[in-house]
Protein backbone atom coordinates (compact mmCIF):
# COMPACT_ATOMS: atom_id res chain seq x y z
CA UNK A 1 0.00 0.00 0.00
CA UNK A 2 1.59 3.03 -1.55
CA UNK A 3 -0.43 6.57 -0.78
CA UNK A 4 -0.32 9.97 -1.46
CA UNK A 5 -2.26 11.96 0.80
CA UNK A 6 -3.75 15.24 1.37
CA UNK A 7 -3.33 17.03 4.54
CA UNK A 8 -5.72 19.73 5.28
CA UNK A 9 -9.00 17.92 5.80
CA UNK A 10 -7.92 14.72 5.15
CA UNK A 11 -5.24 13.85 7.91
CA UNK A 12 -5.99 16.86 10.36
CA UNK A 13 -8.99 18.00 10.96
CA UNK A 14 -8.02 21.54 10.50
CA UNK A 15 -11.01 23.03 8.16
CA UNK A 16 -12.15 24.69 11.83
CA UNK A 17 -8.77 26.69 11.69
CA UNK A 18 -9.11 27.46 7.79
CA UNK A 19 -12.85 28.74 8.85
CA UNK A 20 -12.11 30.77 11.12
CA UNK A 21 -8.65 32.28 9.90
CA UNK A 22 -10.86 33.08 6.45
CA UNK A 23 -13.40 34.49 8.32
CA UNK A 24 -11.28 36.90 10.09
CA UNK A 25 -9.61 37.95 6.82
CA UNK A 26 -13.41 38.01 5.68
CA UNK A 27 -14.40 40.94 8.69
CA UNK A 28 -11.05 42.88 8.44
CA UNK A 29 -11.60 43.16 4.92
CA UNK A 30 -15.89 43.97 4.88
CA UNK A 31 -16.01 44.79 8.13
CA UNK A 32 -18.58 42.54 8.80
CA UNK A 33 -19.15 38.94 9.19
CA UNK A 34 -19.54 36.06 6.58
CA UNK A 35 -21.91 33.10 6.59
CA UNK A 36 -19.80 30.52 7.73
CA UNK A 37 -21.54 27.62 5.90
CA UNK A 38 -21.55 29.72 3.12
CA UNK A 39 -17.39 30.11 3.62
CA UNK A 40 -16.73 26.73 4.34
CA UNK A 41 -18.49 25.03 1.16
CA UNK A 42 -16.27 27.47 -0.95
CA UNK A 43 -13.18 26.81 1.00
CA UNK A 44 -13.50 23.05 0.42
CA UNK A 45 -13.35 23.34 -3.52
CA UNK A 46 -10.27 25.60 -3.18
CA UNK A 47 -8.90 29.26 -0.77
CA UNK A 48 -8.62 30.86 -4.40
CA UNK A 49 -11.94 30.18 -5.29
CA UNK A 50 -13.28 31.26 -1.85
CA UNK A 51 -11.23 34.77 -1.99
CA UNK A 52 -12.38 35.67 -5.57
CA UNK A 53 -16.14 34.69 -4.59
CA UNK A 54 -16.12 37.07 -1.15
CA UNK A 55 -14.34 39.78 -2.82
CA UNK A 56 -11.23 39.41 -1.00
CA UNK A 57 -7.97 40.62 -2.71
CA UNK A 58 -4.96 37.73 -2.84
CA UNK A 59 -2.83 40.51 -1.49
CA UNK A 60 -4.58 38.92 2.01
CA UNK A 61 -3.34 35.66 1.00
CA UNK A 62 -0.38 35.89 3.71
CA UNK A 63 -2.39 37.62 6.21
CA UNK A 64 -4.61 34.22 5.88
CA UNK A 65 -1.55 31.90 6.33
CA UNK A 66 -0.72 33.72 9.11
CA UNK A 67 -3.74 33.31 11.15
CA UNK A 68 -4.66 29.59 9.65
CA UNK A 69 -0.81 28.68 10.73
CA UNK A 70 -1.07 29.70 14.25
CA UNK A 71 -4.91 28.09 14.65
CA UNK A 72 -3.90 24.94 13.12
CA UNK A 73 -1.10 24.53 15.61
CA UNK A 74 -3.33 24.94 18.41
CA UNK A 75 -6.33 22.94 17.26
CA UNK A 76 -6.39 20.78 14.31
CA UNK A 77 -6.02 17.35 15.78
CA UNK A 78 -5.36 14.28 13.54
CA UNK A 79 -8.28 12.05 12.53
CA UNK A 80 -9.35 9.21 14.82
CA UNK A 81 -7.67 6.31 13.18
CA UNK A 82 -5.06 7.66 10.56
CA UNK A 83 -2.47 6.26 12.51
CA UNK A 84 -3.17 2.40 12.13
CA UNK A 85 -3.86 3.62 8.49
CA UNK A 86 -0.22 5.67 8.27
CA UNK A 87 1.92 2.77 9.66
CA UNK A 88 0.06 -0.31 7.71
CA UNK A 89 1.43 1.72 4.22
CA UNK A 90 3.98 0.92 2.97
CA UNK A 91 4.77 4.49 1.69
CA UNK A 92 3.34 7.44 2.43
CA UNK A 93 4.09 10.68 0.99
CA UNK A 94 2.08 14.18 1.35
CA UNK A 95 1.32 16.76 -1.24
CA UNK A 96 0.20 20.15 0.39
CA UNK A 97 -0.36 23.31 -0.27
CA UNK A 98 0.62 24.30 3.47
CA UNK A 99 4.26 25.18 4.00
CA UNK A 100 6.94 22.43 4.88
CA UNK A 101 7.46 23.95 7.94
CA UNK A 102 3.78 24.28 9.03
CA UNK A 103 3.64 20.29 7.67
CA UNK A 104 5.96 19.09 9.51
CA UNK A 105 5.33 21.08 12.61
CA UNK A 106 1.83 19.73 12.52
CA UNK A 107 2.95 16.37 12.25
CA UNK A 108 5.96 16.51 15.15
CA UNK A 109 3.14 18.02 17.30
CA UNK A 110 1.20 14.90 16.84
CA UNK A 111 3.45 12.21 16.20
CA UNK A 112 2.45 11.68 12.78
CA UNK A 113 5.81 12.72 11.27
CA UNK A 114 8.39 9.55 10.66
CA UNK A 115 5.66 7.94 9.10
CA UNK A 116 5.81 10.31 5.94
CA UNK A 117 8.57 9.45 2.94
CA UNK A 118 8.54 13.11 1.88
CA UNK A 119 6.07 16.33 1.80
CA UNK A 120 6.20 18.03 -1.33
CA UNK A 121 4.87 21.85 -1.25
CA UNK A 122 4.20 24.05 -4.12
CA UNK A 123 5.48 26.85 -2.63
CA UNK A 124 8.89 25.17 -1.31
CA UNK A 125 9.48 22.84 -3.93
CA UNK A 126 8.80 24.64 -7.17
CA UNK A 127 5.38 22.58 -8.25
CA UNK A 128 2.26 24.41 -9.38
CA UNK A 129 -0.83 24.42 -6.79
CA UNK A 130 -2.91 21.14 -7.26
CA UNK A 131 -4.67 20.32 -9.47
CA UNK A 132 -1.42 20.77 -11.62
CA UNK A 133 -0.57 16.89 -12.01
CA UNK A 134 3.23 17.88 -11.58
CA UNK A 135 3.99 17.91 -7.60
CA UNK A 136 1.92 14.23 -8.09
CA UNK A 137 3.92 12.95 -11.43
CA UNK A 138 6.85 13.77 -9.30
CA UNK A 139 6.21 11.41 -6.32
CA UNK A 140 4.02 8.73 -8.32
CA UNK A 141 7.55 8.54 -10.44
CA UNK A 142 9.82 8.32 -7.18
CA UNK A 143 7.22 5.95 -5.00
CA UNK A 144 5.22 3.69 -7.56
CA UNK A 145 1.95 5.03 -5.73
CA UNK A 146 -1.51 3.44 -5.51
CA UNK A 147 -3.97 5.45 -4.00
CA UNK A 148 -4.57 9.09 -3.45
CA UNK A 149 -6.51 10.19 -0.48
CA UNK A 150 -7.96 13.71 -0.35
CA UNK A 151 -10.85 15.62 0.86
CA UNK A 152 -11.45 17.56 -2.38
CA UNK A 153 -11.51 17.40 -5.87
CA UNK A 154 -8.78 19.33 -6.74
CA UNK A 155 -6.69 16.62 -4.63
CA UNK A 156 -7.83 13.56 -6.96
CA UNK A 157 -8.23 15.14 -10.65
CA UNK A 158 -4.55 14.83 -10.35
CA UNK A 159 -4.05 11.92 -8.65
CA UNK A 160 -6.28 10.33 -11.75
CA UNK A 161 -4.13 11.98 -14.11
CA UNK A 162 -0.94 9.93 -13.54
CA UNK A 163 -2.85 7.03 -12.87
CA UNK A 164 -3.73 6.29 -8.91
CA UNK A 165 -6.77 5.08 -7.90
CA UNK A 166 -8.46 7.61 -5.73
CA UNK A 167 -10.17 7.37 -2.20
CA UNK A 168 -12.25 11.06 -1.00
CA UNK A 169 -12.33 11.09 2.57
CA UNK A 170 -15.69 12.94 3.94
CA UNK A 171 -17.06 13.87 0.90
CA UNK A 172 -19.34 12.06 -0.92
CA UNK A 173 -19.56 15.25 -3.85
CA UNK A 174 -16.37 14.46 -5.47
CA UNK A 175 -15.67 11.68 -7.93
CA UNK A 176 -13.62 8.84 -6.64
CA UNK A 177 -12.87 5.26 -6.71
CA UNK A 178 -13.83 4.76 -3.04
CA UNK A 179 -15.16 6.92 -0.38
CA UNK A 180 -15.03 7.09 3.27
CA UNK A 181 -16.19 8.80 6.08
CA UNK A 182 -13.48 7.71 8.97
CA UNK A 183 -10.50 5.95 9.33
CA UNK A 184 -11.62 1.88 10.26
CA UNK A 185 -9.37 -1.03 10.46
CA UNK A 186 -11.60 -2.15 7.42
CA UNK A 187 -10.16 0.75 5.28
CA UNK A 188 -6.87 -1.11 5.06
CA UNK A 189 -8.30 -4.23 2.70
CA UNK A 190 -9.95 -1.97 0.55
CA UNK A 191 -6.18 -0.30 -0.63
CA UNK A 192 -4.73 -3.25 -0.87
Avoid at 84 to 99: E, G, P
Avoid at 169 to 186: K, P
Wanted: glycine share 4%; charged share 30%.
Amino acid sequence: MRLLWDLDGTIFDTYPAILNSFCSVYEEVHGKSVNKNEALRWLKRTSKEAFAYFGISEEFRERFKELDHAQAEAESPPFEGIEFILATADVNVIVTHRTKTSTKELLVKWGLYDYFDEIVSPDDDGFPRKPDVAAYEYVHNKYQLDWAIGDRALDLIPAKAVGLKTCAFQNDEIEADLHIDSYTMSLIEKLK
